[in-house]
C-alpha cells in the first residue's frame, strides 16, 4: 500500500524557515517532488528529485529551498529557508513510478500518488 504522509507545516514570520517531511512506505520512486496549492489556483510543482538524486526546482524557490531524501527514515523532505509570504500554501508530497524526466518541473498530472498535504502559512 502506498503511503505518503507530509508533516512539519505551520506558521513562521517571512524571513523564518521550516522543514517538510513526507513519510513515504518507499522513497525510491522514479520522481517525488513537493507542489504547493493556494485557493482557487492551480497545483505546481516547487522540487523535485529523480531517483538518480538529480533535482530540479522551480524559479520561485530555487537557491532558498531544498529537497532531499533520507532512505534510512523513508522520508522526503523539504528544508525552507527565508520563507516569503507569497510561500504561504498547502504543500503535497507526490510520488511516481515512471516518470524520470528532470528537465524541468513535472506537472502534477503526472503524479500518481499524493499525500494530504500540509499547510504553510507566512506572515509579514
Known amino acids: 500500500q502506498v503511503r505518503l504522509q507530509e508533516s512539519g507545516g505551520g506558521s513562521v514570520e517571512a524571513g523564518g524557515s521550516l522543514r517538510l517531511s513526507c513519510a513515504a512506505s518507499?522513497?525510491?520512486?522514479?520522481?517525488m517532488a513537493w507542489f504547493r496549492q493556494t485557493p482557487g489556483k492551480e497545483r505546481l510543482a516547487i522540487a523535485a528529485?529523480?531517483?538518480?538524486?538529480?533535482?530540479v526546482y522551480d524559479k520561485s524557490v530555487e537557491g532558498r529551498f531544498t529537497i532531499s531524501k533520507d532512505y534510512t527514515k523513508s522520508t522526503l523532505d523539504l528544508q525552507m529557508n527565508s520563507l516569503k509570504p507569497e510561500d504561504t500554501a498547502m504543500y503535497y508530497c507526490?510520488?511516481?513510478?515512471?516518470?524520470?524526466?528532470?528537465?524541468?518541473?513535472?506537472?502534477?498530472?503526472?503524479?500518481?500518488?499524493w499525500g494530504q498535504g500540509t499547510q504553510v502559512t507566512v506572515s509579514s
Open positions: 528529485q529523480g531517483r538518480d538524486g538529480k533535482t
Open positions: 518507499r522513497v525510491n520512486w522514479k520522481t
Open positions: 507526490a510520488a511516481d513510478p515512471n516518470y524520470s524526466d528532470m528537465g524541468g518541473v513535472p506537472g502534477a498530472p503526472i503524479f500518481s500518488y
